[in-house]
Nanobody, 131 residues
């Protein structure tokens, strides 16, 4: 049974940091690309960051560039999202998702941050940035 479980969310002051983890079970992560998404109250889910199956290609949404880092440890079947210099607008539920890897770098760049292109989702973890 495929499972995706996020952890690490919480309340943090503006300028602070949080590290999110995403544990996968029921499948071999090395064949999957991973995406992190978030959804703020009253807003649509948006892509935050993504990483291809090998870990050699990463992309970030403009609002988080330079502040967030994505990584993966295939041996541990785990992915991470390091969030620094957090802002109140980063508040939301953060989701991790996975889907089969894409060999085409061009195609990966197109679908990487598109939530519709992911098959396996976690339940999300709340991140609140507030003083």
């Amino acid at each position: 049974q495929l499972q995706v479980v996020e952890s690490g969310g919480g309340l943090v002051q503006p300028g602070g940091s949080l590290s999110l983890s995403c544990e996968f079970s029921g499948f071999t992560l090395e064949h999957y690309r991973i995406g992190w998404f978030r959804q703020a109250p009253g807003k649509e889910r948006e892509g935050v960051s993504c990483i291809n199956s090998s870990g050699g290609s990463r992309r970030f949404a403009e609002p988080v560039k330079g502040r967030f880092t994505i990584s993966r440890d295939n041996a541990k079947n785990t992915a991470y999202l390091q969030m620094n210099s957090l802002k109140p607008e980063d508040t939301g539920v953060y989701y991790c998702a996975a889907s089969r890897g894409i060999s085409s770098a061009r195609r990966f760049a197109i679908v990487c941050l598109d939530a519709n292109e992911y098959d396996h989702w976690g339940q999300g973890t709340q991140v609140t940035v507030s003083s």
